[in-house]
């Protein structure tokens, strides 16, 4: 079990700079899952894949927010014109169809 | 959308001893609660879950009660351990095949040696 990976671990911008983070879920796994994570937070809800089709974004995902699942594999979560507020830790999780979600270790963003 | 709210915010036992974390949920559809295990520098990490037709699961250490008319449910860990210090997160999902969990705000367990 290789577990769900995501990269980079750290990522620390200049405000205003695009990013993109990857994420490769369990390979048996349809459904994959973005959610912010801030300072003392539990996990907060981005987004939600199931096999290539986005399928629910939360109000959270602001325009600069987009994620890709294109071959219901792989997925990436890019961020344009990054702000200062962006700064938090992302998480990717994936599971199949009701049953628990297995989280990554997430990709830690400092925007300066 | 369903609210979760965690206590306390902070805990400290001696170890040995056993550890309670509560959480209450407001969406009565809400039908499969896991609690979460998060390591400094680690993504949270499922410990166990339970579903809304049962009323207390058990594993080993860790157990789970379920309270559906009150809407409220619990973490127990027994004969702690200084391994157990963490944060640990519970979580709803609410309706049957919704796509996403929501959190509460987490508990820092400390386990004093």
């Known amino acids: 079990d290789t577990g769900v990976s995501q990269n980079p671990r750290h990522k620390i911008t200049k405000r205003g700079q695009n990013v993109t983070f990857r994420c490769d879920p369990i390979?048996?796994?349809?459904?994959l899952y973005w959610y912010r994570q801030t300072l003392g937070q539990g996990p907060e809800f981005l987004t939600y894949f199931q096999n290539e089709a986005q399928l629910e974004k939360s109000r959270l995902l602001s325009d600069r927010f987009s994620a890709e699942r294109p071959k219901g594999s792989f997925s990436t979560l890019e961020i344009q014109r990054t702000e200062q507020g962006d700064s938090a830790m992302y998480l990717c999780?994936?599971?199949?169809?009701?049953?628990?979600?297995?989280f990554g270790n997430g990709t830690r963003l400092t925007v300066t | 959308g369903e609210n979760v709210e965690q206590h306390p915010s902070t805990l400290s036992v001696q170890e040995g001893d056993s550890a309670v974390i509560k959480c209450t949920y407001s969406d009565s559809a809400s039908n499969y609660f896991p609690w979460y295990k998060q390591e400094l520098g680690k993504g949270p990490q499922l410990i166990i879950d339970?579903?809304?037709?049962?009323g207390e699961k058990k594993d080993q250490r860790i157990a789970v009660t379920l309270n559906k008319t009150a809407k409220h449910f619990s973490l127990h860990i027994t004969e702690t351990q200084p391994e157990d210090s963490a944060v640990y997160f519970c979580a709803a999902r609410d309706r049957a095949g919704a796509n996403n969990l929501f959190f509460g705000t987490g508990t820092r367990l400390t386990v004093i040696p």
């Open positions: 390979s048996e796994h349809n459904r």
């Open positions: 999780a994936s599971g199949p169809a009701n049953s628990p979600l297995h």
């Open positions: 339970i579903r809304s037709n049962v």
